[in-house]
């Protein structure tokens, strides 16, 4: 099974991960159909224009505030995190007992470059992650 994500997003969470060193990054995902996409490259071309592709990434402190004190999640959106990339600056590059789980994992270990994340499900099994020279649509506000 392959895992999509835009380059742009991957580029985002290793300099997340970089500037939480030395402390684990910890940030719900959520995808874009492979249809709504914009500018991208060759190996869109044969997806399923409703194939996910991980493209918004939500900060771990947003809202917290608002969540103390009614016990309601305003950080991450209604759809939720299809999702999660955490970083073990000291390693396993794999999914240990400790990460919050989802239904898939992206987990970068040093040095912080895009060819240290890899894609797993909940379980532990390594899956194979595309990275995509793609944009999400530019969303607005009415």
């Not at 392959?2 to 991957?10: F, K, M, P, Q, R």
């Not at 995902?29 to 249809?35: D, E």
């Amino acid at each position: 099974m392959a895992v999509y994500a835009t380059e742009g997003l991957i580029e985002v969470l290793i300099e997340f991960a970089e500037d939480r060193e030395p402390q684990e990054a910890n940030v719900p995902i959520a995808a874009t159909p492979a249809g709504e996409l914009e500018g991208v490259d060759g190996h869109l071309s044969g997806l399923d224009p409703e194939t996910p592709v991980l493209t918004h990434f939500y900060l771990p402190d947003a809202a917290g505030s608002v969540n103390a004190v009614f016990g309601m999640d305003l950080g991450t959106p209604s759809g939720g995190a299809q999702a999660r990339f955490v970083s073990h600056p000291t390693g396993p590059q794999a999914v240990t007992k400790t990460d919050d789980l989802a239904g898939i994992m992206l987990v970068a270990v040093p040095p912080w470059e895009t060819e240290t994340v890899a894609a797993f499900d909940r379980s532990g099994n390594r899956l194979n992650l595309v990275q995509l020279d793609a944009e999400p649509p530019v969303e607005t506000i009415d």
